[in-house]
């Protein structure tokens, strides 16, 4: 596969990564970063008049990444404030299961 046809394919990635974030699917990125480092290693052995023929390409990778780990990062912090919230919720039932449970203990004695 050329180089072009795997920056291209790593940019569709990273657009299918971001709509299946958004439509809250779970998005895997194992391997990719090692796909991306690939691409970087062979534009980087090319000669200079070659390499900056991939020089749009390479930003647009780049700015799609950015935006990606900033929707992940967002996407992990509602995820951390839901279990927070859980963890709360679950501390006070618990909290109300023990009240409830003394007061039925002295009801019987």
Avoid at 12 to 40: H, M, P, T, Y
Avoid at 54 to 73: A, F, H, I, Q
Avoid at 79 to 102: C, D, G, M, P, W
């Amino acid at each position: 596969m050329d180089t072009a046809k795997k920056l291209d394919d790593a940019i569709e990635f990273i657009a299918r990564s971001r709509q299946a974030l958004e439509g809250g699917s779970v998005v895997v990125l194992d391997g990719f970063q090692n796909e991306v480092k690939d691409i970087c290693t062979i534009i980087a052995a090319l000669p200079m008049e070659e390499m900056l023929q991939y020089s749009s390409k390479l930003e647009k990778l780049m700015d799609n990444l950015g935006v990606l780990e900033k929707e992940l990062r967002e996407q992990q912090s509602l995820v951390q404030q839901e279990i927070f919230k859980l963890n709360r919720k679950q501390n006070a039932l618990k909290s109300y299961q023990t009240v409830s449970h003394s007061h039925k203990k002295e009801e019987k004695e």
